[in-house]
């Protein structure tokens, strides 16, 4: 089967490959120094952190896959809440907020993503595979 550039998806070299990996890294601890700076409160960060693959792991549950591919019925789930910009949007909106259970809790989401990232982790084909970058 040939692969489509939809599926291939962004293709960088090695060092570039690390680059983005590394800044995916930096933003992590930004992130992460930012909400102990600020004096979040740590558990709703780990939770939402912890829990941010729940849904896509429910819709994939008992699911037919090869092995380090997703499920094809859970791919739209984790795509849609490991997209960068959502976490990004939502935490920099709560930051005014009066509640800082709501911006730790989406802090922890976004850290989540950017250590995805981090480590390889981008989102998924719709056959279930890594995209590369």
């Given amino acids: 089967m040939t692969r489509t550039p939809i599926d291939q998806g962004t293709r960088f ?4 490959r690390i680059a983005l990996r590394l800044g995916y890294g930096l933003a992590a601890m930004a992130v992460l120094g930012w909400a102990i700076w600020s004096g979040l409160p ?3 960060a780990l939770i939402a952190w912890a829990l941010i693959d729940i849904p896509s792991i429910l819709a994939g549950w008992n699911q037919p896959h090869e092995p380090r591919m997703m499920p094809e019925r859970a791919v ?3 795509n849609a809440l490991h997209y960068l910009l959502p976490p990004v949007i939502a935490t920099a909106g709560a930051a005014f907020a009066p509640w800082p259970v709501l911006t730790a809790a989406f802090a922890g989401w976004l850290l989540h993503v950017l250590l995805d990232r981090t480590v390889g982790y981008d989102l998924r084909n719709a056959r279930g595979e890594i995209r590369t970058r």
């Fill in 42 to 44: 740590w558990a709703p």
């Fill in 13 to 16: 070299s090695g060092s570039r």
């Fill in 76 to 78: 739209p789930y984790y």
